[in-house]
């Protein structure tokens, strides 16, 4: 359930992972990532983009309360609609049509 606390705004993240990925190495340990399967989202609805290998990569988490699958497809839809736009009009030579579909992946 939506929290009437806050501003609705306030109940959206952005989130631009660019750091890369460290690897940690401890003298007699091997370590390992866990995958904790599927994400809690803190806000309504969170957009966590990454950059790996000169592409953009969005992950959509939600509040599944709130929102279904379809509704979030939508909005990533028309997300990669705007960026389209964007880079029609601005010109931008560093997102081409394969990576802007890529932005609508979950």
């Not at 109940?11 to 866990?34: E, K, M, Y």
């Not at 806000?43 to 592409?55: N, P, Q, R, T």
Request: net charge negative; no cysteine; aromatic share 6%.
């Amino acid at each position: 359930e939506r929290s009437l606390n806050h501003a609705p705004l306030a109940q959206i993240s952005f989130t631009l992972h660019n750091l890369g990925s460290a690897v940690l190495h401890l003298p007699g340990l091997d370590v390992s990532r866990v995958e904790k399967g599927d994400p809690i989202a803190r806000y309504d609805i969170e957009l966590h983009v990454f950059e790996i290998d000169s592409e953009l990569h969005i992950r959509w988490i939600y509040a599944k309360s709130l929102f279904d699958a379809s509704t979030v497809e939508r909005l990533a839809d028309s997300f990669v609609t705007l960026l389209g736009a964007i880079a029609a009009l601005t010109s931008l030579s560093g997102l081409q049509d394969r990576q802007l579909r890529r932005l609508a992946g979950a």
